[in-house]
């Protein structure tokens, strides 16, 4: 089995305001049609975030 690289992050604005609004984005490479980015739903945190970011990476690979 090979190897792959992804770059995936997450962030909130405002964490712990009723204003907060985190959203995540996954990076595969210059075009790759995997990369994405989306906003967290639910309570908005940068942890949730960031385990977003990493769950929506993990769906994308082939095994």
């Known amino acids: 089995m090979g190897s792959v690289t992804v770059y995936t ?3 909130c604005i405002d964490q712990g305001t009723k204003n907060a609004r985190a959203g995540y984005g996954v990076f595969w490479g ?9 906003r967290v739903t639910g309570p908005q945190d940068s942890n949730r975030a960031e385990l977003r970011a990493a769950h929506q990476a993990i769906k994308t690979v082939s095994f």
């Open 30 to 38: 210059d075009g790759n049609k995997n990369n994405c980015k989306g």
């Open 9 to 11: 992050d997450g962030a």
